[in-house]
Structures are given as structure tokens and as C-alpha cells.
């Protein structure tokens, strides 16, 4: 994939989420230094449209000359939706034939196509995904089917209303939990003038079991030259069983719930998903590193018992440090899959992470 023409990029790769174009915690400078040293891993950002609706508005975005000039982020690569299940929500109940419906910061808002592309020019993201009618896995067939056909009939609107004619275009991909479905809207899609890809309706309620049928539902049906970007997924095993279906990236609130929460990710890159919470008294007078053999600012700078410290007296540093550790870790672990893929061995380590992953949560329970 090519980064905007500025440098490649090897997929399968991550998306950080953000908050109005930023990390959520980690500040402009940090991502600037070497506290995330991966590039171009760290340079893809994922940001929602709907941050926007208010306050800068589009109209003071467009003046300044889009996102990247505003944020002073020349050098990154931006791939915008509407739904980054953090802040912006879709809400299938309020949908209609004239826009989705979404809960925002600013409230429910219905956004209509037109509305949508007018926030798109504004902000000149390199990639954007069009406007899509998603919906959970336990709606009815009717409504299930109305989505697809509204998430079409919106593509060819905003096909329509873009300057550039897809040229950096995501055609958006609903389904729900029907195969049918997916398939359906997968071929229509692929018959459009778009870039690539982008999958919704993921993390919607669905049976993980069902995921991988629903996955290889779309990916079956599209060319493989394109992209493949991938909402709702982002836990580990999530992330590898979409990989094995075609997936090329992936936008995660995954690393935001974990820093929420006071955990770090630990596990091995090889292996399991293990965490620890570092709010927890054992860590009190833990001078370890996060990590051990971790080379991020967090892990070289910083201990555990640092860390628990700013937690427990609810300081804001705790976040941004918890943030950078983790970002670094799991792109290690978005390293580690290419690396397994261009040595022919995916396979063998998806089975290894699965299985030591089992193993270990059967030990906890074991424990309790």
C-alpha cells in the first residue's frame, strides 16, 4: 500500500485512534518524537468526520487548509470514517432514506450524504470511507437488506458529489450477520470506481464464532490489488482471524480501553495476550520496567511502580505513558504477523497465539 504517495506501507497494519486527529492521550509533540519511533507503522491515523461538527466546524478546517495543516501532521497518512466507536456511535433506530444516524459528543445527529462530503473536503483526509447504514446482528432480514441497499445508494451519492471520483475512496461494506447480505453488498461495491475498501458492521453483536464466515463473505468477493480496511476488530485473536481473511487494515479501540482501564499490554509477541493492571497494590513498589526487552520511552524511562503511583493519585501522565507503552507493544505485534507472512509461516503462528492463549485463560479460571 502506498502511503500517499510520501512512503509504503506494509500491511497487515494498524491504525492509531484518535480524538479530532490526535492520539487520545499521547500529545502532538510525543507522536512527533522518538517516544513512537515506527515508521511509517505509527504515521496511519484513524479519525471520524463527526469530531467535527461543531467546534472547529468544516467551513474554518477547509481555511486553514485541511487536517493535516491544521494539526501539523504534513508528514502523516489519515483515513477517515464516520464511526470510531468512542465518541461517535452509529444508531441504526434513528437511520432513514436521508442519512445515518449517529451519537456524537454533540448529541444524536443524522447526517445526510451531502452533509458528509462536506466535512470530507474540509478536512482532505488521504483516504475516506463513504457513508454506511450499519446495523447490529440481531435486526430482522427486512432491515438488514434496507441497509445494504441504502449503504449502495449513498456510495454512488457520495461517487457523485466527489471532485476526485473515488479516487481516494473506501466503499463501505454492510451485511450484518447475514452471509447473503455481505456477499450481496460486497459485489456491488466491488463494481464501483473506488480505492479500496472499508468493512463495517463488525463488534456489532455477532458471534465471534460466525466472524470468520462473515469476513470471507466480502473479502471472497473483492479484488485482492485493493485495500481491505476493517472496523470493530482489535482484540488479538480478532485482528489475526481477520488477517486470515484478507484484511489489510485494521482501525482498534483496543490500546484507548486498555490505557482507560490502567492495563498494559505484556504478552510475548509470539504468543499470548496477556496484560497487567497496573492499579493493582503489587505493583506498588515494583521498579521493574513495564516490559521487559521493551525499548519504548515508558519502558526506558519509567517503572511499574511509577506508573501505579500516577494511577492511584489520578494523574494524566499515567495515560499518556500507559498509551505510548502500548501503542509501541502492539505494533510489535502487527510487526511480528508481516514477519511471520513473508517467512510463509501465518499459519503456524496464529495456532501457537490461539493455543497459548486458551491454555492461559484456562489457568486463570482455574485459579479463581
Given at each position: 500500500m502506498?502511503?500517499?504517495?510520501?512512503?509504503?506501507?506494509e500491511?497487515p497494519s494498524?491504525?492509531?485512534?484518535?480524538?479530532?486527529?490526535?492520539?487520545?492521550?499521547?500529545?502532538?509533540?510525543?507522536?512527533?518524537?522518538?517516544?513512537?519511533?515506527?515508521?511509517?507503522?505509527?504515521?496511519?491515523?484513524?479519525?471520524?468526520?463527526?469530531?467535527?461538527?461543531?467546534?472547529?466546524?468544516?467551513?474554518?478546517?477547509?481555511?486553514?487548509?485541511?487536517?493535516?495543516?491544521?494539526?501539523?501532521?504534513?508528514?502523516?497518512?489519515?483515513?477517515?470514517?464516520?464511526?470510531d466507536?468512542?465518541?461517535?456511535?452509529?444508531?441504526s433506530?434513528?437511520?432513514?432514506?436521508?442519512?445515518a444516524?449517529f451519537?456524537?459528543?454533540?448529541?444524536?445527529?443524522?447526517?445526510k450524504?451531502?452533509?458528509?462530503?462536506?466535512?470530507?473536503?474540509?478536512?482532505?483526509?488521504?483516504?475516506?470511507?463513504?457513508?454506511?447504514?450499519?446495523?447490529?446482528?440481531?435486526?430482522?432480514?427486512?432491515?438488514?437488506?434496507?441497509?445494504?441497499?441504502?449503504?449502495?445508494?449513498?456510495?454512488?451519492?457520495?461517487?457523485?458529489?466527489?471532485?476526485?471520483?473515488?479516487?481516494?475512496?473506501?466503499?463501505?461494506?454492510?451485511?450484518?450477520?447475514?452471509?447473503?447480505e455481505?456477499?450481496?453488498?460486497a459485489?456491488?461495491?466491488?463494481?464501483?470506481?473506488?480505492?479500496?475498501?472499508?468493512?463495517?458492521?463488525?463488534?456489532?453483536g455477532?458471534?465471534?464464532?460466525?466472524?470468520?464466515?462473515?469476513?470471507?463473505?466480502?473479502?471472497?468477493?473483492?479484488?485482492?490489488?485493493?485495500?481491505?480496511?476493517?472496523?470493530?476488530?482489535?482484540?488479538?485473536?480478532?485482528?489475526?482471524?481477520?488477517?486470515?481473511?484478507?484484511?489489510?487494515?485494521?482501525?482498534?479501540?483496543?490500546?484507548?480501553?486498555?490505557?482507560?482501564?490502567?492495563?498494559?499490554?505484556?504478552?510475548?509477541?509470539?504468543?499470548?495476550?496477556?496484560?497487567?493492571?497496573?492499579?493493582?497494590?503489587?505493583?506498588?513498589?515494583?521498579?521493574?520496567?513495564?516490559?521487559?526487552?521493551?525499548?519504548?520511552y515508558?519502558?526506558?524511562?519509567?517503572?511499574?511502580?511509577?506508573?501505579?503511583?500516577?494511577?492511584?493519585?489520578?494523574?494524566?501522565?499515567?495515560q499518556?505513558?500507559?498509551?505510548?507503552?502500548?501503542?509501541?507493544?502492539?505494533?510489535?505485534?502487527?510487526?511480528?504477523?508481516?514477519?511471520?507472512?513473508?517467512?510463509g509461516?501465518?499459519?503456524?503462528?496464529y495456532?501457537?497465539?490461539?493455543?497459548?492463549?486458551?491454555?492461559?485463560?484456562?489457568?486463570?479460571?482455574?485459579?479463581?
Amino acid at each position: 500500500m502506498d502511503g500517499g504517495g510520501r512512503y509504503p506501507v506494509e500491511t497487515p497494519s494498524l491504525l492509531l485512534t484518535t480524538r479530532k486527529g490526535l492520539p487520545a492521550f499521547v500529545p502532538r509533540d510525543h507522536l512527533l518524537s522518538s517516544s513512537l519511533p515506527f515508521l511509517p507503522d505509527s504515521r496511519l491515523l484513524h479519525v471520524s468526520p463527526l469530531h467535527f461538527i461543531e467546534c472547529p466546524s468544516p467551513k474554518t478546517i477547509s481555511k486553514i487548509g485541511g487536517l493535516h495543516r491544521m494539526l501539523g501532521l504534513q508528514g502523516y497518512f489519515f483515513i477517515a470514517s464516520p464511526r470510531d466507536s468512542i465518541l461517535c456511535l452509529s444508531e441504526s433506530d434513528g437511520t432513514n432514506k436521508l442519512g445515518a444516524s449517529f451519537e456524537t459528543p454533540c448529541g444524536r445527529r443524522l447526517v445526510k450524504p451531502a452533509e458528509y462530503m462536506c466535512m470530507i473536503s474540509s478536512l482532505k483526509p488521504d483516504m475516506w470511507a463513504s457513508l454506511a447504514d450499519e446495523v447490529p446482528s440481531w435486526v430482522c432480514d427486512k432491515r438488514n437488506k434496507t441497509s445494504v441497499d441504502r449503504t449502495v445508494r449513498w456510495l454512488d451519492e457520495c461517487i457523485d458529489l466527489d471532485t476526485e471520483v473515488g479516487k481516494n475512496m473506501l466503499g463501505a461494506i454492510v451485511g450484518g450477520s447475514s452471509v447473503e447480505e455481505r456477499k450481496r453488498c460486497a459485489t456491488e461495491v466491488a463494481r464501483r470506481n473506488v480505492s479500496g475498501y472499508w468493512i463495517g458492521g463488525f463488534g456489532l453483536g455477532e458471534n465471534f464464532e460466525e466472524r470468520p464466515a462473515l469476513l470471507s463473505a466480502v473479502t471472497d468477493n473483492l479484488p485482492e490489488e485493493k485495500p481491505r480496511h476493517v472496523t470493530g476488530l482489535g482484540l488479538p485473536e480478532e485482528v489475526l482471524d481477520g488477517i486470515a481473511a484478507g484484511i489489510d487494515l485494521f482501525d482498534s479501540t483496543y490500546i484507548y480501553h486498555l490505557t482507560l482501564g490502567g492495563f498494559a499490554v505484556v504478552f510475548p509477541l509470539n504468543s499470548d495476550g496477556a496484560k497487567i493492571n497496573l492499579r493493582a497494590t503489587i505493583y506498588r513498589k515494583d521498579t521493574s520496567p513495564i516490559a521487559n526487552n521493551c525499548s519504548c520511552y515508558t519502558c526506558l524511562n519509567h517503572t511499574r511502580a511509577y506508573i501505579n503511583h500516577l494511577l492511584n493519585v489520578h494523574e494524566m501522565l499515567a495515560q499518556t505513558l500507559l498509551e505510548i507503552h502500548n501503542t509501541h507493544h502492539y505494533m510489535g505485534f502487527f510487526r511480528s504477523i508481516r514477519e511471520a507472512i513473508k517467512a510463509g509461516e501465518f499459519d503456524e503462528f496464529y495456532q501457537r497465539f490461539i493455543d497459548n492463549r486458551r491454555g492461559n485463560l484456562t489457568l486463570a479460571a482455574m485459579s479463581l
